[in-house]
């Protein structure tokens, strides 16, 4: 019995490289993605050795709008049928408003939404000709949320998370699952840049969730046929309080932003 494959965008750190670990432990092959190939070689040799896995690395920056069908190309070339898809590449993003260069905003915009668009057109419609797939989105609480001077990150989550939903309620009944995976704040390394870290270092440690708990939960979430996974006990608590009006009213006249 051969291994399933996985495909993995954003492989080279964070939840990207978690996913690629946890997967292997269950003996999936993988492709991992990312813009930085020498971290991705590293953590392929660790797998191989460690699991006895075919791990592929392929080198791409999905703000390119021919990227998503390149790696299609390059894929079926090799003859690998990805049965696992995990759309995990994303960034912090320009102030939509603030940010004067519209091109860099467009690339933001072109990564966070149309690349997993995309990968979903190529890569789900081989899966629904072999009756089974599974497509990991990765969102976040803040797409289900609306917070005060965020129109750049949480409404390109809300576009994944509307199209999850979309996708699997089409896909269901043909053994393809999608899922979108919403964190709250996680401990990887998309908070190293500087602003982030300050905000990192103001918040209570209560709040974050280590990426191996977020990864496992995503996971087991997309097996179970979920079409929308909240991580964290936590988040699962605050996000439909945050979203009841009566709840942001009491919020409001706190004098706290969301």
């Not at 993988?30 to 075919?54: C, F, K, N, S, Y």
């Amino acid at each position: 019995m051969t291994n399933k494959t996985a495909l993995i965008t954003g492989a080279s750190a964070g939840l990207g490289s978690e996913f690629a670990r946890q997967l292997a432990v269950q003996c999936v092959d993988l492709v991992l993605v990312a813009r930085r190939e020498e971290p991705m070689q590293a953590l392929a040799g660790q797998l191989r050795e460690a699991h006895g896995i075919d791990v592929y690395i392929l080198q791409a920056d999905l703000s390119d709008p021919a990227a998503p069908a390149a790696l299609f190309d390059k894929i079926r070339a090799r003859g690998l049928e990805i049965d696992y898809l995990i759309n995990n590449a994303g960034s912090e993003g320009p102030d939509l408003i603030r940010h004067e260069d519209w091109a860099a905003c467009r690339k933001y915009l072109e990564l966070m939404t149309i690349s997993v668009a995309a990968m979903c057109h190529f890569f789900i419609p081989p899966m629904q000709q072999r009756g089974f797939g599974r497509v990991l989105n990765v969102a976040s609480v803040a797409g289900l949320i609306a917070v005060t001077g965020d129109y750049t990150y949480g409404p390109t989550k809300s576009y994944v998370v509307a199209l999850s939903r979309g996708l699997s309620s089409s896909l269901r009944d043909e053994g393809v699952y999608v899922s979108a995976l919403c964190p709250g704040f996680t401990h990887t390394d998309f908070h190293a840049s500087e602003k982030l870290t300050k905000m990192k270092q103001a918040t209570p440690r209560f709040i974050w969730y280590d990426a191996d708990v977020v990864v496992r939960e995503g996971l087991a979430a997309l097996e179970n046929g979920r079409d929308v996974q909240t991580s964290g006990r936590l988040y699962r608590f605050l996000v439909p309080l945050l979203r009841s009006p009566f709840s942001r009213r009491i919020v409001s006249a706190l004098g706290v932003k969301i």
